[in-house]
């Protein structure tokens, strides 16, 4: 849309009308970055979202993609997981998050436990389970009143622990805890927050980790959702530590603020495989314009959706996080398992959602605390 379309959708949305944006919008933020004047038109779009929540509640087949509910999408990959993958997640779920640098895992992490399973990460403490979701799915599907519970949750969680700075692997979880938990719904935490891609970045200048070989590749960047609205804190970072890795990067036509949607937060609106599968697609289209041979990134949740849709999409180029570049970079690190692990969830949610797929029941995750939009 141009200027004066886009101002014309925002005040049917202000004023409760009828938008082609409510129907088409696959949540990826943007609209607020783009946004000259910090209106927040992504609010307005989930805001009603909300509504229509608080009225009709959720589609049957959208339960098993709640991260609250056991299991789930994520969770259920746990039983397939190697024993060391195990070994990790009973780790860091019984780790008490203290001391000066914690890092927060979030749920895309505990999806993919190798990610920090290296030297580099070795006195950093790892602290969190599923039950510490940061509500970011929440927020992208305009459920605030579960938003704002989770708040509560992880301002209470973390009251009493003494942590001197919290990093994030997440450019999501790292968002949530940064700007929309306590900017929107009220949450406190004392805690300084840092990405970990800062943080490694840090250690690589003062001699602490130390590559050994260098990368000899061409890989083209996707940049997160999350990471355009925390800003070039993230990119930046990422970018950094992929060029202490050894490897060329060429950017894609599309990036940083302007990149695509990985394709996962696409299902937040209808609940649609071809809706996230169209928006993956699009990403590995410009991707594949590169030339590249393969696809960096560095958000956990857009590793597994690029990595499913590819499966479907006909592109030689290879998904890969910027923590396994740093891992082969330093020697480590075994084949990656992300493939497995997006096969694993493709099944499961092909299993438990599409028999529900075509159901007219509805249902609500805390339906007494539901407000502003029953009428």
Known sequence: MNGEEAIDEKK?????????????CISCYACNVFCPNDCRPYELITGRWHQRYCREGLP????????HKKPNFRSDLTKHMSNREKALLKKWQQTRPEGEVVLYPGCNYMALPHLLDASFMRGVPVAGSWDLCCGEMYFRMGLFDQVRLTAE???????????????????ACMNMFKKVLPEQF????????????SYLLGKIE?????????IDKTVAVHDSCHARVVGNEVMDAARQVLEETGVTIEEMALNREDGLCCGIAAGANNFSPLDIFSAAAKQLREGKKTGAEEIALYCGGCHLSLNLCSMFYPSRQQPRHILEYLQEACNEGDRSPVKRHSKIM??????KCLPRYFSFRRFWLHRDNCCDGRE
């Open 186 to 197: 009220g949450a406190e935490f004392n805690f300084k927050i840092e990405y970990l891609g």
């Open 346 to 351: 493709l099944l499961n949610v092909l299993r």
């Open 60 to 67: 049957l087949k959208a339960e098993y993609l709640m991260p």
């Open 206 to 214: 003062r001699g602490e980790i130390r590559p050994q070989k260098k």
């Open 153 to 171: 949750g992880l301002s209470e969680y973390y009251r009493d622990k003494e942590i001197g700075t919290m990093l994030f692997s997440c450019p």
């Open 12 to 24: 049917k949305l202000l004023e409760g009308e009828d938008s082609p944006v409510l129907k088409r």
